[in-house]
């Protein structure tokens, strides 16, 4: 394998940053229904970045579940490493990566928790096998091995503890302050297309790839 060798091109798809909406989240949007359309596989799972509490970033991968009043969620353990970091910084990133759209797109912003009866609504809706191990997972913790979750979920169903929402798992939101458009062109002549929020105003801008 010469990975200095591989050279994929791009350019399948024409992006004409003149005509685009004047809100990111419409645009947004847009490429979001594209990405679903097309059936891409998990084309929902983000890269999500955060910062700890000494500036050090991290990323993992998590799956937007809905976008509401523009603001994107997630679910997770809050006392996870990601949990921990955002508790110290509520700066974060998020990255899509739609490959065969020859697409990406940047969002940052600051994440906040959303109210625990929306957590606890979502919760309810997930399969109940997701919800134990919810339940059985210190999720980011050291384990001996899988078998410690795998146990922790025998002891709970054995004990007939009610499966319910756990108070240090749920879901996130992230406020968009800066979007990036990013659609793959011909000879690394890429078309970039930002969204800052200054004062309430979204200022497009252009940017060389
Ligand atoms: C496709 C995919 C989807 C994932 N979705 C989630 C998710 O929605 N929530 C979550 O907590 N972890 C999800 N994970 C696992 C995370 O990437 C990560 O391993 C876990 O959240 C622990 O991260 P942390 O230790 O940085 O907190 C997903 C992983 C993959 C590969």
């Known amino acids: 394998m010469e990975l200095a060798d591989l050279r994929p091109d791009f350019g399948k798809y024409t992006f004409n940053p003149q005509l685009t909406p004047e809100h990111p989240d419409q645009l947004f949007s847009i490429w979001l229904q594209k990405a679903s359309d097309a059936q891409l596989s998990e084309f929902n799972a983000m890269v999500l970045s955060t910062v700890n509490s000494q500036n050090k970033p991290s990323s993992r991968i998590v799956l937007l579940k809905s976008v509401e009043n523009n603001r994107l969620v997630f679910f997770t353990h809050y006392e996870s490493r990601k949990g921990k970091d955002l508790a110290a910084n509520p700066n974060a ?39 134990l191990s919810a339940i059985a997972s210190p999720q980011s913790e050291p384990i001996d091995g899988i078998e410690t979750i795998t146990r922790r979920r025998d002891d709970i169903l054995k004990a007939g503890i009610p499966i319910e929402c756990p108070s240090n798992w749920g879901g996130y939101a992230l406020t968009p302050t800066y979007y990036e458009f990013w659609q793959g062109g011909r000879n690394r002549l890429h078309n970039r297309l930002s969204y800052h929020l200054n004062k309430n105003m979204w200022n497009k801008q252009q940017l060389a790839p």
Request: proline letters at 5%.
């Open 93 to 131: 990133s998020l990255l899509f990566f739609w490959k065969e759209l020859e697409r990406q797109v940047r969002i940052e912003g600051l994440v906040e928790k959303i109210p625990f009866s929306q957590t606890h609504q979502y919760f309810k809706s997930r399969p109940f096998e997701s919800q």
